[in-house]
């Protein structure tokens, strides 16, 4: 019970640093969104290097406050504690997309994708494919509370 009590109390004190932080957007685009849900409506995007403070924390997700005053949820890949600083001239094309971030989290990227299927005999030709399909977020949110897929959809 102690060891609950203390972990708890530690939990919260990490919070509360996390609130009120100034962080920094570490990819080229992120999107500022109403709910924090990939499927949450876009509120904004945010470019790289801009500066947010931390209003609330929970599941990956971060409640941020922008300089220029709007609010919204932005997925925690997406941020940096480092403050990140343009120099005129600078190019950010080579900066991450906020889906690299995502996969590069997980360990994925395009030389480990390359690697697997040099070491399978797998026909990648049908997932290949499958990545080019898209479907509007209506449809997707739509699909998820058909399901009741509870904690999706927030």
């Known amino acids: 019970m102690k060891r609950l009590l203390i972990f708890l109390i530690l939990a919260f004190f990490a919070l509360a640093l996390w609130a009120g932080s100034m962080m920094s957007v570490q990819v080229s685009t992120a999107q500022l969104r109403g709910t924090p849900s990939f499927l949450g409506a876009i509120a904004a995007e945010l470019a790289y290097g801009d500066r947010v403070e931390v209003l609330e924390s ?23 504690s480092k403050k990140i600083v ?58 998820l509370k058909d399901g009741d897929l509870e904690g999706v959809i927030e």
């Open 58 to 80: 929970g599941r990956g997700w971060f409640r941020v406050s922008t300089e220029s005053g709007q609010s919204g949820w932005i997925q925690e890949s997406a941020l940096s």
């Open 86 to 143: 343009l120099s005129t001239g600078g190019d950010i094309s080579s900066g991450a997309s906020t889906e690299e971030v995502a996969l590069a989290g997980k360990g994925f990227n395009e030389d480990v994708e390359r690697e697997y299927r040099a070491q399978t005999d797998l026909d990648f030709t049908w997932v290949d494919r499958m990545e080019t399909f898209g479907h509007p977020a209506e449809e997707l949110v739509a699909f």
